[in-house]
């Protein structure tokens, strides 16, 4: 995913920029970020852009279709799984089932949460360009 963004302020050492990206409706809260209409990041300034420059982020396809699987299907496959599972240790009521398929949702939850903070450096967003 590519976007553009635009040089805000610089660190004083000059290797971060806190840029500002137009947000868009497929954005989610991911906690890197402020919320409202616009969006500000701390980055590296691998490119030593200057204030006021538009610069070109990009984050990896690859690790965004992870993350998009990470939190949608993993949490989707634990209820189904829990509710099988439930069945298959002979619970009788339905209302055990469906505990057993909650228990195994939030249980996903939390294994997706361990694996995105373990793996956060992947899903960091990276400077790739000055436009110019």
Do not use: W
Not at 72 to 90: D, E, R, S
Request: proline content about 1%; charged content about 20%.
């Amino acid at each position: 995913m590519r976007r553009f963004a635009q040089v805000l302020s610089l660190s004083d050492e000059g290797n971060l920029a806190n840029v500002m990206i137009r947000r868009h409706s497929a954005c989610g809260n991911c906690g890197k970020c402020n919320t409202g209409d616009n969006m500000t990041l701390a980055i590296d300034n691998s490119f030593k852009a200057e204030r006021g420059d538009m610069v070109i982020l990009e984050l990896n396809e690859g690790n965004l279709v992870n993350a998009a699987l990470l939190l949608y299907l993993l949490p989707l496959l634990g209820l189904i799984i829990g509710y099988l599972a439930g069945v298959g240790l002979g619970f009788q009521l339905e209302f055990s089932r469906i505990m057993t398929s909650l228990i195994f949702f939030f249980l996903s939850l939390g294994v997706a949460r361990v694996y995105g903070q373990r793996n956060k450096e992947d899903y960091d967003i990276e400077m790739v360009g000055i436009k110019g």
